[in-house]
């Protein structure tokens, strides 16, 4: 995952957004990639469903609480709730042709930090 969602990070892959929160910490950590790429699973996504967030020294579980389209312009799905928090981001209609007009958003809350051995 690349820190920052330049245009250069967003075709090598899924990025952080810069100023969200850090994964498995209090706040909303938000992570943006491309519907007909990394995100094209999404698109079977279910409430209760697990996501499984790497960091390179440690990983967290995310559990789906829910999904929504929204216009480009509604930032509100990056808000701060009292709870570690993941926002996925992409771009949808799944399968459209060309810039898309809206945007995908899930909404996960973290469920476990899970210590990685290094070495």
């Given at each position: 995952?690349?820190?920052?969602?330049?245009?250069?990070?967003?075709?090598?892959?899924?990025?952080?957004?810069?100023g969200s929160?850090?994964?498995?910490?209090?706040?909303?950590?938000?992570?943006?990639?491309?519907r007909?790429?990394d995100?094209?699973?999404?698109?079977?996504?279910r409430?209760?469903?697990?996501?499984?967030v790497?960091?390179?020294?440690q990983?967290?579980?995310?559990?789906?609480?829910?999904?929504?389209?929204?216009?480009p312009?509604?930032?509100?799905?990056l808000?701060?709730?009292?709870?570690?928090?993941l926002?996925?981001?992409?771009?949808?209609?799944?399968?459209?042709?060309?810039?898309?007009?809206?945007?995908?958003?899930v909404?996960?809350?973290?469920?476990?930090?899970?210590?990685?051995?290094t070495?």
């Open positions: 995952m690349f820190a920052g969602c330049s245009l250069i990070n967003l075709e090598k892959g899924a990025c952080h957004l810069e929160a850090n994964f498995g910490g209090l706040g909303n950590a938000a992570v943006a990639a491309h007909d790429k995100f094209r699973p999404l698109e079977r996504v409430n209760g469903m697990d996501i499984l790497s960091d390179g020294g990983e967290y579980l995310y559990v789906v609480d829910s999904h929504e389209i929204v216009s312009e509604d930032i509100q799905v808000e701060i709730h009292d709870r570690p928090e926002t996925l981001i992409t771009c949808y209609p799944f399968h459209y042709i060309g810039s898309a007009p809206k945007r995908f958003i909404h996960a809350h973290l469920e476990i930090r899970i210590a990685t051995a070495g």
